[in-house]
């Protein structure tokens, strides 16, 4: 069974820091992940995936995360902050191992405050 | 290119009634999946269609819950009859299939919010 770890629920950072979500996975196969976004009152947006290509993914918006098998994550971050990017944030897992889609398995998610 | 839709996006309905969500995936795309987040908890995976066929239907909480994709086209959630405990925020997506190239990104709807009082 896959499950995935979001470390903090709420994160707060001032505009203009590094932005700093934590994102750990459990697979018994290679993994695909991905990083979901949730502003107000809106859908999940995707902000990056990562496919088994490069380990460094860049996303929308000025966010990447880097695949670390050795330790099992896949973390989000974003060099400088902006008042914008206030919002949920879901890391999920999905097993493609049999090549065909299946389901996402997601986090508890984090929701950003992004502070002057 | 339009994209998931859901409807109604708000319902609050009493304890022991009936209420159909429904979902419009983006035109084209074989797979279909219905998610739920109750409030504080993770979002999680009720099922998937493939066209209209249920691929993997392991999250459905119980039988109160009935899913369908008539014609592989939209789908439907029916919660019946619904309990204080159905209430959240249900989530559609769709994806298309392998043969076409994608790497399964999953588009989602904007959610339903139900409200089970």
């Known amino acids: 069974a896959q499950s995935v770890t979001q470390l903090g629920s709420h994160v707060s950072v001032s505009e203009g820091a590094l932005v700093l979500l934590r994102c750990n996975y459990s697979?018994?196969?290679?993994?695909?992940l991905f990083w979901y976004v949730q502003y107000p009152n809106q859908g999940l947006q995707l902000l990056l995936k990562?496919?088994?290509?490069?380990?460094l993914v860049k996303g929308i918006n000025g966010f990447e995360a880097e695949f670390k098998k050795s330790e099992t994550s896949f973390h989000l971050t974003k060099p400088s902050a902006h008042m914008s990017d206030a919002a949920e944030y879901f890391c999920a897992v999905s097993d493609h191992w049999t090549g065909t889609a299946s389901k996402l398995t997601f986090g508890t998610g984090t929701r950003l405050q992004v502070t002057l | 290119e339009a994209g998931v839709t859901q409807f109604p996006s708000h319902s609050v309905i009493e304890k022991g009634q009936t209420v159909t969500l429904r979902c419009d995936p983006i035109s084209g795309h074989d797979n279909l999946y219905w998610y739920r987040r109750v409030m504080g908890k993770e979002i999680k995976f009720l099922l998937h269609?493939?066209?209209?066929?249920?691929?993997?239907e392991s999250g459905m909480p119980n039988n109160r819950f009935l899913a369908e994709r008539t014609g592989g086209t939209y789908s439907t959630l029916k919660v019946q009859p619904a309990e204080l405990e159905d209430s959240g925020v249900y989530f559609c997506a769709s994806s298309q299939d392998r043969t076409q190239g994608s790497s399964y990104e999953q588009y989602f709807g904007p959610g339903t919010r139900l409200t089970v009082t």
């Open positions: 697979s018994s196969v290679p993994p695909y």
């Open positions: 990562y496919t088994s290509a490069a380990t």
């Open positions: 269609f493939v066209k209209e066929s249920k691929q993997d």
